[in-house]
């Protein structure tokens, strides 16, 4: 597929055709945190590190929610909610 073919299809891609393309826990038709980051504006506050703290936080709650509680994602949730915290402390707001 050349770029022109390639920009042409992209112009035409739907949210599901991204998603369907995308890894088999997408292609299910339940809603997925993508959708809910797709659909939020992170507030304007929000530094990059914060807003990736706390959709990985969404993610790993979520993987939970369906999959049952593990102390890997446990910790991983820990450690985001951490680097939320200290990323806001060091803007002097937390």
Not at 50 to 71: E, F, P, W
């Amino acid at each position: 597929m050349d770029v022109r073919e390639l920009l042409k299809r992209l112009d035409t891609m739907t949210w599901d055709d991204c998603k369907q393309a995308g890894s088999e826990h997408y292609k299910t038709g339940q809603v997925e945190p993508i959708d809910l980051y797709e659909s939020v504006t992170p507030h304007p506050s929000l530094n990059a590190l914060q807003v990736k703290a706390l959709t990985d936080n969404i993610k790993y709650s979520y993987r939970m929610l369906t999959r049952g509680m593990n102390a890997k994602d446990t910790g991983k949730i820990i450690h985001y909610a951490i680097l939320a915290y200290v990323s806001e402390k060091k803007k002097g707001k937390a």
